[in-house]
């Protein structure tokens, strides 16, 4: 299954950018701030939110939840990133 976006909360979400840049490329699909950001493009995001933020439209805070993340890059690479599991491929 392929899902077109997923919330993902980050002590540091201009970390979690950069990281994600580096290790796979990913660029921003908006210019990112420190407390939110679109990784990816129209065909995949990441909804980079600081952690303990109110989910937009709900009364859910946003907290950590075990994920792993598989990424197409034509490369393979495998990080852990604040918790979360991430490999490309």
Do not use: C
Not at 62 to 81: F, S, W
Request: aromatic share 10%.
């Amino acid at each position: 299954m392929n899902i077109s976006e997923i919330g993902l909360p980050f002590e540091d979400v201009l970390g979690a950018v950069d990281v994600l840049h580096s290790s796979f490329g990913l660029t921003t699909w908006r210019p990112p701030s420190p407390t939110f950001s679109t990784i990816g493009d129209e065909n995949g995001l990441i909804i980079a939110v600081s952690k303990g933020r109110q989910w937009f439209m709900s009364d859910i805070i946003a907290d950590y939840q075990p994920l792993k993340i598989a990424i197409e890059t034509g490369k393979q690479h495998n990080i852990i990133y604040e918790g979360y599991v991430i490999n490309s491929k």
